[in-house]
C-alpha cells in the first residue's frame, strides 16, 4: 500500500461510521452532511492513489497519470466539501457563497492545465516522486497543497473560535486543531520538497521526504479522531433517541386511535406518508395531536405522551 | 393503488408546504421571537400574545385589529401544544391568508379577521404542515443536549 492509501485508512473509518448511522437514523445536520461528503471525497482522493488503480485508469482513458489528477481533485473537492461544513454550522450559514465556488472551480481547472503541461509518459503511483522535477509538476502540487492548506486553517480557526464563543465542543476538537496544524505543515513541507526537487538539491529531496511521511500519517490521523470527536458521541445520542422514539410510537398510536374514536376527530398524523428520516417531526406531531383530541374528548393527556424538553421551555 | 395515491398525496402536501416556508428566505436557525418579529413585519403590525380562555374546544385564535394582532391561545395548554398553536397562527400569517376560515367563530370576535388552529378544512390541514416547518427552523424538535455546531 501506498503512503496515500495508509493516510486514507481514518477517514474511511468515520465515513463508514457515518454511513452507519445515516442508514440507520437517517437525520443529520448540514454539517454532517457536508463532512460526510468531504470523507468520500478525501478518502477516494487518497486511495485511487495505488499502482492497480493507476494502471487501470490509464489503460480505460489513455492519460497515463489521470489517476493522480483525478486523486488530487477529488482531495480540491473534499476541502471544499470541509469548508462548506463548517459554514453550515454557523446559524446564518451562506452555503452558496460565489467566492468559494469560483476559487474551488478555478484551482481545479489550474490543476488539469498544469497537468497537461507535465511530460509524464508513464503510469505511476508516485507521481511527484518520478516527474516532481518538472516546473509545472511542482506548480500543480503546490497550487493543490495551498488550497488544502488556506481551507483546513480557517477550519481551524473557526473551530478555535467555538471553543472562545462556548459553543460546547469537546475536548476531541483539539485533535482536529492539532491535525489542521500538521496538513499546513505538511503543505509547507510539500512546496518546499516541490522546490528543491526542481532545483535539484537531492539532499534536501531526501530530508523533506522522509518528514512527509510522519507528518502525514499523523495528520490525516489528528483529523480524523478529532472530527470524530463530534461525530461519534452524536451518532450514539441519535441512535438511543431514534431507538426510544421508535417504542414511543408503538405504545402512543394506538392511544391516539383510541382518543380518535372517543372525540370524533381526526388530524394529520395518521395521513401523513412518514419517511424514517421525519421521526422526530413524527413524534412530534403525535404528542400534539394526542392533546387535541384528549381535551375534545375531555380526557387525561396520557403521561407518555407529554413530551417536555428544556429547549421547549427555553421556546417558551 | 389508493394507499400509493393517498402516500403520494401526503408525501406532495409536505413537500408543498416545505417550499412554501422555503420561499419565505428564513434563517436555517431562528429562535420563536426572531420568527414572531419577521411574521410582525409581514403582517404590517405587532402581535401580541397572550393566553385567554377561548370557546367550545379552540385551542388557539389570531385576531387583527387596525393597530396590532393578538395572538391568543388557551391557559390550560401543554408548552408543546401552545408553541405549536402559535407556529400554526404566525403560518397563516406567512401564507397572506386573507381572512377566517370559521364562519362560526367570528361573532365572538371583536377583531376584523381570524384564523383559528383548527384542522378542519384541507387548508388547516395545510397550514399545520407548514407549522410543523417552522417548528423544525425554531428548533423545537431538536433534543436539548445537542446544540448544532461544527460536526455536529
Known sequence: ?316 | MTGVRERFGARRRQAVARRSVRRLGLPRRLTLPALLARAESTLGKPIRLRTADLPGDLSARFIQRADHALLETRPDLSERSRVACVLHELAHVFLADPGCDHQAYTGLLTGRTAFTRSLDTPHEQAVELVADELALRIGLLDPDDREPGIFR
Open chain 1, 1 to 316: 500500500m501506498t503512503l496515500h492509501v495508509w493516510g486514507s485508512i481514518p477517514v474511511w473509518v468515520i465515513l463508514t461510521v457515518l454511513v452507519v448511522r445515516l442508514l440507520l437514523v437517517r437525520t443529520q445536520s448540514a454539517s454532517v452532511t457536508w463532512l460526510m461528503a468531504c470523507c468520500g471525497f478525501v478518502a477516494v482522493g487518497l486511495t485511487i492513489n495505488q499502482p492497480d488503480v493507476t494502471t487501470f485508469l490509464a489503460g480505460v482513458t489513455h492519460v497515463p497519470n489521470i489517476a493522480d489528477l483525478v486523486g488530487r481533485c477529488l482531495m480540491v473537492c473534499g476541502m471544499f466539501a470541509l469548508a462548506q461544513s463548517v459554514e453550515a454550522a454557523a446559524r446564518s450559514a451562506k452555503l452558496l457563497r460565489v467566492s468559494r465556488i469560483v476559487v474551488c472551480v478555478v484551482v481545479l481547472l489550474t490543476l488539469v492545465v498544469l497537468f497537461t503541461m507535465v511530460d509524464a509518459p508513464t503510469p505511476t503511483a508516485q507521481f511527484m516522486t518520478v516527474y516532481g522535477d518538472q516546473l509545472p509538476t511542482a506548480l500543480y502540487s503546490a497550487v493543490e497543497m495551498t488550497y488544502i492548506a488556506v481551507v483546513i486553517a480557517r477550519s481551524a480557526a473557526a473551530v478555535l473560535r467555538g471553543f472562545r464563543s462556548g459553543d460546547g465542543l469537546g475536548r476531541m476538537y483539539w485533535l482536529f486543531v492539532v491535525g489542521a496544524v500538521g496538513l499546513v505543515l505538511l503543505a509547507a513541507i510539500a512546496i518546499a520538497l516541490d522546490a528543491v526537487h526542481v532545483a535539484g538539491v537531492d539532499g534536501a529531496v531526501r530530508v523533506l521526504s522522509t518528514v512527509y511521511a510522519p507528518v502525514f500519517l499523523l495528520s490525516m490521523v489528528l483529523l480524523a479522531v478529532g472530527a470524530a470527536g463530534g461525530v461519534l458521541p452524536d451518532a450514539a445520542r441519535e441512535f438511543r433517541d431514534w431507538r426510544d422514539t421508535r417504542h414511543r410510537f408503538r405504545s402512543l398510536e394506538p392511544e391516539l386511535r383510541r382518543l380518535e374514536a372517543a372525540s370524533g376527530h381526526t388530524g394529520l398524523y395518521f395521513t401523513i406518508a412518514w419517511q424514517r428520516r421525519q421521526w422526530r417531526s413524527r413524534l412530534h406531531r403525535l404528542a400534539v395531536e394526542i392533546e387535541d383530541r384528549a381535551r375534545e374528548a375531555g380526557q387525561d393527556v396520557p403521561a407518555a405522551a407529554t413530551l417536555t424538553t428544556a429547549r421547549l421551555r427555553e421556546l417558551s
